[in-house]
């Protein structure tokens, strides 16, 4: 199967973090355990130099966005786990980060729109296809409430005419604008050939479960790109794998539910998002593959009651954690 048939398919994509010491400098070997981690839990990718990896690596005094995508490239080693590289910035800045993932090795380009802020549609897609004269792209929809723009019906249906988009990962947080991507990719008649994934960690599930039909023509939300995923892996790549098979299966909708309650108290929802990071690193702590919940902004931490909504969740929700499987394979890892 190719990475494209993989991708179509769908699968497991966590959102990579970064692994750092305590003086805020990359932890190698812990970075290393994370990618082991993914795979060794059914990961079908792995996306880096996202905002999970955090985005002041790319910062000229830190400097990390190539050393982090070069160290996942060494992990992945060779699998058959669809590499991609988080875009950002303005065209100059996008392509030459393009340039670099693909000399890397990456298979795709998860681009961020959110440095063209003021940009028309035609300035957009223009964008977009710069880009994709390099490397494939993955299109994301950011919400605005993180950092993300509005983008209307229109850019997305000029946008599903690009011939090298592959997927989209939507991510607006808001049903109507998902709506907008959906219809794009099946009015286009690209529904085979783009795989949509979720970003909505506010209705994981629901996505998945979703049959989409415009005009006759149906699509389906097939996989997910997710810092949500980047912990718990083995359980998200579980569950992705029971609803291809069981989609009608009874407990969707709790699980639905479940999955969204977790995802609030990782991701700080009751402080606009602000600790998003720090909690997923705290659970990572937890488990051991990472050694403390440093980011690279020394302001960036756990908001007041993080702390307990994780405790909650965690007691809550049991089933859905993979601390037995880290557990028994973590020293293998972190070698």
């Not at 699968?11 to 993914?38: C, F, G, I, M």
């Not at 440095?115 to 490397?135: K, N, P």
């Not at 990782?266 to 909690?279: H, L, R, S």
């Amino acid at each position: 199967m190719t990475w494209r048939e993989k991708l179509r398919r769908g699968v497991v994509v966590p959102a990579h973090p970064l692994a750092l010491s305590a003086k805020r400098k990359l932890d190698e070997r812990r970075q290393r355990a994370l990618t082991r981690y993914y795979l060794a839990a059914g990961a079908g990718g792995v996306a880096v130099g996202v905002h999970t990896t955090q985005f002041e690596i790319r910062e000229p005094r830190i400097g990390l966005y190539e050393p982090v995508l070069a160290l996942a490239m060494e992990e992945l080693g060779s699998s058959d786990a669809v590499r991609i590289a988080g875009i950002v910035g303005p065209t100059a800045q996008a392509v030459k980060e393009a340039e670099l993932a693909a000399r890397l090795g990456y298979h795709a380009g998860l681009l961020s729109l959110a440095a063209l802020r003021e940009a028309s549609v035609a300035e957009l897609v223009a964008h977009a296809r710069a880009v994709a004269s390099v490397i494939p792209v993955f299109g994301f929809y950011l919400q605005p409430a993180v950092g993300g723009r509005v983008l209307p019906f229109a850019f997305w249906r000029e946008f599903a005419e690009i011939e090298n988009v592959v997927a989209i990962k939507m991510a607006p947080f808001n049903r109507y604008q998902t709506l907008d991507v959906v219809r794009a990719v099946a009015e286009s008649g690209r529904a085979e050939d783009i795989a949509l994934y979720t970003g909505n960690d506010d209705s994981i599930v629901v996505d998945l479960l979703t049959p989409f039909q415009f005009g006759g023509r149906t699509a389906r939300v097939v996989g997910g790109l997710l810092g949500h995923w980047a912990v718990w892996t083995r359980r998200a790549v579980e569950m992705l794998e029971r609803i291809h098979t069981e989609p009608e299966c009874p407990g969707w909708l709790k699980r639905a539910a479940e999955v969204t309650d977790s995802n609030a108290a990782f991701f700080d929802t009751a402080n606009q998002f602000a600790g998003c990071i720090a909690g997923l690193h705290e659970v990572l702590r937890r488990q051991g593959l990472l050694e403390g919940r440093w980011c690279l902004n020394p302001s960036e931490g756990l908001s007041p009651g993080q702390m307990e909504e994780i405790d909650r969740v965690y007691g809550a929700y049991p089933h859905l954690n993979d601390d037995e499987f880290v557990r028994e394979n973590l020293d293998v890892w972190l070698k």
